[in-house]
């Protein structure tokens, strides 16, 4: 089974900025949609953002849309999630993960915003905001 490594969270002040990273063990992700999600104490695991394939048409929570942005790098095998105007709310473990179904199942109805469509799943990185 392919790994999925984040890094790049930490404490930041409301209202700064973080970006967080995903890197996979194997170079296999070039042709996969893949998301971002993140999971608060006593909380169920949420949609964040997510992205095609080619790095084009990203998707977002309405509660981050505006202040987050979700890129990739396929050269390195990367995804990135810019988290600017950072709320306490934004506070969670946040997960990278990719999709499991196809291209066409991925823009079918709202199967890209559904944890249960992704199947490798990384260990997560907390992010922390203070008031």
């Known amino acids: 089974q392919v790994h999925l490594v984040e890094s790049g969270g930490g404490l930041v002040q409301s209202g700064n900025s973080l970006r967080i990273s995903c890197t996979a063990s194997q170079h296999t992700f070039s042709s996969t949609a893949l998301g971002w999600f993140r999971q608060a104490p006593g909380k169920e695991r949420e949609f964040v953002a997510s992205?095609?394939?080619?790095?084009?048409?990203?998707n977002y929570a309405t509660s981050v849309s505006g202040r987050f942005t979700i890129s990739r790098d396929n050269a390195k095998n990367a995804l990135y999630l810019q988290m600017n105007s950072l709320k306490p709310e934004d506070t969670a473990v946040y997960y990278c993960?990719?999709?499991?179904?196809?291209?066409?199942?991925?823009?079918?109805?709202?199967?890209?915003?559904?944890?249960?469509?992704?199947?490798?799943w990384g260990q997560g990185t907390q992010v922390t905001v203070s008031l």
């Open positions: 992205i095609t394939a080619l790095g084009i048409n990203p």
């Open positions: 993960a990719a999709y499991a179904g196809t291209y066409t199942d991925y823009f079918t109805g709202s199967n890209r915003f559904s944890k249960e469509n992704y199947d490798v």
